[in-house]
């Protein structure tokens, strides 16, 4: 199969909307590869803090961009994020890491240093794609595009119970507030914003069980023929 023609499944949304789990069950379903890009600008944010970059290096950001080694092993490996070969699939989940990977994705430099790694991602029989651009900017002819929203407030709820599950230290209100502030600078920045891809079908999780979220994106593709 030639890359363009490899389909391509979008989900884009802002945090603590579902996306991350709806794609990987998504992927997993239909046997189709997962790009989470939202941990590439997360490993950017924890390499910078490893290099003792200045918070406001935005060339050395890229650079590390471009150039960090990353593997995402198979789900077998038990999904873990390797960064220079060593494992990072914890450090870079919290949500300070979040807030970095937010800074630094709103830089024009590391968003350009990522986007042919991302697109290097995409592999027969299919990719099903987790991020904030992935039907805009990314992958604009992706043959399905999702964008996921919830209520702030059960996003708030999500992410703390996910947190919660981690150890101790969530403060619900704390994470309101920093779901809310990297929701307004992932919305607002110049570059690749969070915003729903004209052709994007919506769905809203607010009231949705995991599953049945998973359940109208695989009825979505379905239609489409992209699966049985
Ligand atoms: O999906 P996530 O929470 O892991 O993403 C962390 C941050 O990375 C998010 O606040 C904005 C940024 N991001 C982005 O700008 N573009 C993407 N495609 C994915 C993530």
């Given at each position: 199969?030639?890359?363009?023609?490899?389909?391509?499944?979008?989900?884009?949304?802002?945090?603590?909307?579902?996306?991350?789990?709806?794609?990987?069950?998504?992927?997993?379903?239909?046997?189709?590869?997962?790009?989470?890009?939202?941990?590439?600008?997360?490993?950017?944010?924890?390499?910078?803090?490893?290099?003792?970059?200045?918070?406001?290096?935005v060339?050395?950001h890229?650079?590390?961009?471009?150039?960090?080694?990353?593997?995402?092993?198979?789900?077998?490996?038990?999904?873990?994020?390797?960064?220079?070969?060593?494992?990072?699939?914890?450090?870079?989940?919290?949500?300070?890491?979040?807030?970095?990977?937010?800074?630094v994705?709103a830089w024009p430099a590391v968003r350009?240093?990522?986007?042919?790694?991302?697109?290097?991602?995409?592999?027969?029989?299919?990719?099903?794609?987790?991020?904030?651009?992935?039907?805009?900017?990314?992958?604009?002819?992706?043959?399905?595009?999702?964008?996921?929203?919830?209520?702030?407030?059960?996003?708030?709820?999500?992410?703390?119970?996910?947190?919660?599950?981690?150890?101790?230290?969530?403060?619900?209100?704390?994470?309101?507030?920093?779901?809310?502030?990297?929701?307004?600078?992932?919305?607002?920045?110049?570059?690749?914003?969070?915003?729903?891809?004209?052709?994007?079908?919506?769905?809203?999780?607010?009231?949705?069980?995991?599953?049945?979220?998973?359940?109208?994106?695989?009825?979505?593709?379905?239609?489409?023929?992209?699966?049985?």
């Open positions: 199969m030639s890359e363009a023609a490899i389909p391509v499944v979008t989900l884009d949304g802002p945090s603590g909307s579902g996306k991350g789990t709806v794609s990987r069950a998504v992927a997993r379903r239909v046997g189709w590869h997962l790009l989470d890009s939202g941990a590439l600008y997360r490993l950017v944010a924890l390499a910078g803090i490893e290099h003792k970059l200045a918070a406001d290096d060339d050395g890229a650079r590390l961009a471009a150039a960090m080694r990353v593997r995402f092993g198979t789900e077998r490996e038990g999904e873990r994020v390797l960064l220079e070969g060593r494992d990072v699939t914890a450090a870079i989940r919290t949500e300070t890491m979040g807030q970095g990977a937010s800074r994705a350009a240093a990522l986007l042919g790694r991302q697109r290097a991602f995409v592999e027969a029989p299919g990719l099903v794609a987790d991020g904030r651009d992935m039907g805009t900017v990314v992958f604009p002819h992706a043959v399905l595009k999702i964008f996921l929203t919830a209520s702030a407030e059960e996003r708030a709820r999500r992410r703390y119970n996910q947190l919660k599950e981690k150890g101790p230290g969530a403060s619900l209100s704390a994470l309101s507030r920093e779901i809310a502030e990297r929701d307004a600078r992932d919305s607002s920045r110049a570059v690749a914003p969070l915003v729903p891809a004209a052709d994007a079908a919506r769905i809203d999780s607010t009231d949705l069980t995991i599953e049945a979220a998973v359940e109208r994106v695989i009825e979505l593709g379905r239609r489409r023929s992209l699966w049985a």
